[in-house]
C-alpha cells in the first residue's frame, strides 16, 4: 500500500499547492497576509503536534519561535542579509542546532514537567530580551524589506512573494513530516506515547525519539518565528512571551494530530475570528475568542483533523 | 453530540463567511472619510488611558460631522466628508497593532489610521505605513526617537515627544527654589521610562550640577506593586522623587504610597501625571509637582476653543477632560487642518494621500492645548507649549492645580534636527524662553 500512497501524497501536494498559489492571486491582500501568518504560526504547531505524538506538549514554543524571529531579524539588521528564503533555512537550522543542544536536557522530563520548563526557557528568553536596548529592548526592532534572488518586489507584490515562498517550503516540508510520521521512528513516537517502558523493553530509546522530536520542532519553530518576522517586517519580545505559547498549543489542540493539513486550517481559522472579533468588537474581542475557545474544545475534543480522518475513512468504505 | 457538532460547523463556516463577505464588501465604494482610531480599549491602559482617550475622539468627531465644532473647526467632518471611526484595541504588543494596521489598510481601506499610546507601537507602525503608503497620525506616545532615528513620509506626530514633559519639570523645580540637591526616579523598565529618567536626569544635572543622584528604580512595566520600591525611596531620603509611570501603574503607586507618607516626606514629581485625577478624585496627593504632557485639564490654557471642549467634554461624560481626550482631538484637529489645506490647494476635490501628506508637512494649528507647531522631525513632528503646577486643595477641600508655570515650546524642545538629548546634554542651545 506504502508506495502508492506515497506517489499520491506527492501529487496531491502539489496540486493542492499550486492551487493555492493561483488562488493568492485572486484573494484580496489582506487574505493573503493572513494566510501567510496562518502558516508561521501553523509550522510552529506542527512542532507542537511532532511533540504531541511522542505524548509530550510544550508551553514553550516561544522560545523558538522568538529566536528564529530574532536570528531572521539580526541577520537582516546586522548582517544585511535580506533573502527571504535564505533566511527562512537558515532560522530553521540555526533554531533546530538550539533546540538539538537544549533537548537532552528537556527530554529526561514529561508532562507537566516537560511543559513548566520549556516554558521556563521561553521565559528565561523573554527576561533577556527586553533587556537588550542594543536589539530595542522591549520595544523589538523593524526589519529591513526582504528580497528574492537579489530581487525586490515592488510593494504591491511583495505580500504576495512572500506568501507564494512560503506555501511551497511548507508544502515540501509538510511532505517530508508526513513521510516521517509514517516512518520507523514517527511510529516509535506514538508506541511511547502509549507506553514508554514497553517500547524500552523492545529496545528502543524513548529519550532519543524525544530529542528528534525536539529538535524537529524546534526548527519548524524557528521557520516560522523567521516567517511570522519577516510577514509583519517588526520583530519584538512579545514573540517568546508565554501568551504567544498558549497560542501555539492552542492551535495544535484545535489542529489535533491525526492531519498535517489540519494545523495550517486551525490557524488560519483562529486568526481570522481573531481579527474579525478585534474589528467588530473593539471591546470585548477576548470575549469572543474565549468563546471559540471553549466551544470548540467542547466540540470538537480531537480536533479538525479528526474530520479529516472521518472523511477519507468514508472515502475508502464507499469504495 | 453529532448533530451539535454539525450546527456548530455550519454556524460557524456561516458566521466565518459572512464575517469575511463583509470585510470584503464593506471594502469598496465609500464614501466619506474613513477613518482606522487605534487606542487602548482593554487592559490595564484602557480605564485611566485609552477609553477617555477615544471617549474625547468619538465626541469630537460626531460634533464634527454634526458641523458643531467652533471655527476653525467649523466645516463638515473633514472638509465636508463625513468621518467614519473605526475603533481598534491597541492592546496585545507591537506584533499584534502591526497586524490590526495591515488590516485596516488593506482590508477596511481606511484613509488614515488614527492612534498609538504606547511607544513600541510607535516605533513599529511607522515603516510598515510608509511601506503601504498609508497615512498615519500618531497622537499620544512619547518617545522621541521615531523622528530622530529615521524619517517617514506619511507619518505624523501631532503631540510633543517626551523630552519636553521632563525638561520642564527640572526648570520649574529650579525656578520655584525647590531643593534638587538629591534626586531618586522610579519609572518602567521600557522605552518610554528609561527616556524619561534620562531626559530628567541629564537636564537637572545640567541646571544644578551639584545634584546628585540617589536611587534609579526601573520596574517592569504594568507591575502594580510597589511595596519595595517605595520603601527603597523612602530609605534613600532623596529630595526629589520623579516618575513617569502612566495609567494603571500611576494609580497602584499613588495609592500604595500614599499611606506610606512619601509624598510628606519627599517632592515628588510626574511628569505625567493628571490623567489619573478623574479616578482618584481627592484621593490624589497635595503638594506634587506634575505635568499633563502639554497644557491640558487642568493646566489648559483660558482661550475660547478650550472652554467650547472643557464644557462639551464635561457635559458629555460629567467628568473633565485630563490628558488623554485632549490629546487625541488634537491629532484630529491637525488631521483635519492638513485634508482642509490640501482641499483648498487643489481646487475642493477630495485630496489624494500625498497631497494630504505634503499639506500636514510644517502644519500649524490651534488647539484646545494651544498652538501646535510641526516644526520637528523635516516637519512631521509637533512642538507645543507646556505647562507645570502644583496640586493642592482648595476651600471646598478638592484636589485642584496652582502654582502653574507655562513654558514657550521652543524652551523646552529641541530645535529641528538636533536630538532631545544632545540638545540636553549640549545645555539647551538656542533655547527660546
Known amino acids: 500500500m506504502s508506495e502508492k500512497l506515497y506517489n499520491n501524497l506527492l501529487f496531491q501536494s502539489i496540486f493542492l499547492m499550486s492551487f493555492l498559489i493561483l488562488v493568492g492571486l485572486l484573494i ?42 530574532y536570528t531572521a531579524g539580526l541577520l537582516g539588521t546586522q548582517a544585511g542579509l535580506t533573502d527571504a528564503m535564505l533566511l527562512l533555512f537558515v532560522s530553521f537550522l540555526f533554531t533546530g542546532l538550539v533546540g538539538l543542544i537544549i533537548a537532552p536536557l528537556l527530554a529526561r522530563y514529561r508532562d507537566i ?72 521512528p514517527g511510529l516509535i513516537a506514538l508506541a511511547v506515547r502509549e507506553n514508554e517502558l514497553r517500547v524500552e523493553y523492545l529496545g528502543s530509546s524513548a529519550f532519543n525519539v524525544a530529542v528528534l522530536n525536539f529538535t524537529i520542532a524546534a526548527g519548524l519553530g524557528g521557520m516560522g518565528g523567521a516567517l511570522n518576522g519577516i510577514a509583519l517586517g517588526h520583530i519584538d519580545p512579545e514573540f517568546t512571551y508565554w501568551t504567544t505559547s498558549g497560542e501555539f498549543v492552542f492551535i495544535s489542540i484545535l489542529a489535533g494530530y491525526l492531519s498535517v493539513p489540519a494545523v495550517f486550517l486551525a490557524a488560519l481559522l483562529l486568526e481570522l475570528v481573531r481579527s474579525f472579533s478585534g474589528r467588530y ?38 469504495k | 453530540m453529532n448533530f451539535f457538532r454539525q450546527c456548530l460547523i455550519l454556524t460557524s463556516s456561516f458566521l466565518i463567511s459572512l464575517l469575511t463577505y463583509v470585510g470584503i464588501s464593506n471594502a469598496d465604494g465609500h464614501k466619506g ?36 465644532a467652533p471655527a476653525p473647526y467649523n466645516k463638515i467632518g473633514f472638509g465636508g466628508m463625513k468621518i467614519t471611526a473605526i475603533p481598534i484595541d491597541e492592546s496585545g504588543g507591537a506584533t499584534k497593532q502591526v497586524q490590526e494596521f495591515r488590516n485596516l489598510v488593506q482590508r477596511d481601506k481606511v484613509d488614515a489610521v488614527l492612534g498609538y499610546v504606547s511607544s513600541g507601537d510607535c516605533m513599529a507602525i511607522p515603516s510598515v505605513a510608509d511601506e ?25 506626530r501631532t503631540a510633543a515627544h517626551a523630552a519636553m514633559d521632563n525638561i520642564a519639570i527640572a526648570k520649574y523645580l529650579m525656578e520655584k527654589g525647590h531643593d534638587i540637591s538629591s534626586i531618586a526616579g522610579i519609572n518602567q523598565n521600557y522605552a518610554w521610562g528609561k527616556d524619561s529618567w534620562k531626559d530628567f536626569s541629564v537636564s537637572v544635572k545640567k541646571l544644578s550640577p551639584s545634584s546628585e543622584i540617589k536611587n534609579e528604580l526601573f520596574p517592569k512595566i504594568f507591575s502594580g506593586q510597589y511595596g519595595t520600591e517605595i520603601s527603597a525611596l523612602m530609605n534613600s ?49 497635595e ?9 491640558y485639564g487642568m493646566m489648559a490654557p483660558d482661550t475660547a476653543l478650550n472652554k467650547w471642549f472643557y464644557k462639551s467634554y464635561m457635559d458629555e461624560y460629567g467628568v473633565f477632560p485630563a490628558q488623554p481626550p485632549y490629546r487625541m482631538v488634537q491629532g484630529l484637529m491637525g488631521l483635519k487642518m492638513a485634508i482642509e489645506k490640501a482641499m483648498e490647494k487643489n481646487g475642493g476635490k477630495e485630496p489624494n494621500k500625498d497631497e494630504i501628506a505634503a499639506a500636514f508637512k510644517g502644519l500649524e494649528f490651534d488647539s484646545p492645548g494651544g498652538l501646535v507647531q510641526m516644526k520637528l522631525g523635516d516637519g512631521h513632528q509637533a512642538i507645543q507649549p507646556h505647562a507645570i503646577g502644583t496640586t493642592a486643595k482648595d476651600k471646598d477641600g478638592n484636589i485642584t492645580v496652582t502654582d502653574i508655570v507655562r513654558y514657550k515650546a521652543s524652551c523646552v524642545n529641541p530645535p529641528n534636527g538636533i536630538k532631545a538629548v544632545d540638545w540636553i546634554n549640549a545645555g539647551f542651545p538656542g533655547a527660546d524662553c
Open chain 1, 281 to 318: 468588537f473593539p471591546d470585548t474581542w477576548q470575549l469572543i475568542l474565549g468563546l471559540f475557545l471553549i466551544l470548540s474544545i467542547i466540540f470538537i475534543p480531537s480536533g479538525i483533523g479528526s474530520f479529516f480522518k472521518q472523511f477519507f475513512d468514508r472515502l475508502k468504505k464507499s
Open chain 2, 237 to 285: 531620603k532623596a529630595k526629589v522623587v520623579h516618575s513617569s509611570l502612566w495609567g494603571g501603574d500611576l494609580q497602584s503607586f499613588i495609592l500604595q504610597a500614599k499611606p506610606r507618607g512619601l509624598f510628606k516626606r519627599t517632592q515628588v514629581v510626574f511628569s505625567a501625571g493628571d490623567h489619573v485625577m478623574p479616578g482618584l478624585g481627592n484621593k490624589y496627593p
Open chain 1, 113 to 184: 514537567f516537560f511543559a513548566m520548563l520549556s516554558l521556563a526557557f521561553s521565559m528565561v528568553l523573554y527576561g533577556i530580551l527586553i533587556k537588550i536596548d542594543a536589539i530595542g529592548g522591549s520595544d523589538g526592532f523593524v526589519l529591513p524589506e526582504s528580497t528574492y534572488f537579489g530581487i525586490k518586489p515592488s510593494s504591491e507584490y511583495a505580500d504576495y512573494v512572500l506568501y507564494v515562498v512560503a506555501i511551497i517550503m511548507t508544502g515540501f516540508i509538510s511532505i517530508l513530516l508526513r513521510y516521517y510520521y509514517d516512518s520507523t
Open chain 2, 287 to 295: 503638594g506634587v509637582i506634575l505635568g499633563a504632557r502639554g497644557q
Open chain 2, 33 to 68: 472619510f474613513k477613518l482606522g482610531v487605534v487606542t487602548f480599549l482593554s487592559g490595564p491602559a484602557a480605564e485611566p488611558f485609552g477609553v477617555p482617550a477615544w471617549n474625547g475622539g468619538k465626541l469630537f468627531i460626531k460634533l464634527l460631522n454634526e458641523g458643531k
Open chain 2, 132 to 156: 503601504l503608503k498609508a497615512l498615519t497620525v500618531l497622537y499620544d506616545c512619547g518617545t522621541p526617537r521615531v523622528f530622530e532615528d529615521a524619517s517617514y513620509k506619511y507619518v505624523f
Open chain 1, 28 to 69: 484580496p491582500n489582506w487574505l493573503v497576509f493572513v494566510i501567510t501568518k496562518a502558516i508561521a504560526y501553523g509550522l510552529v504547531g506542527l512542532g507542537i503536534i511532532t511533540l504531541m505524538r511522542g505524548g509530550l506538549v510544550s508551553f514553550g514554543q516561544g522560545f523558538v519561535f522568538g529566536i528564529g524571529g
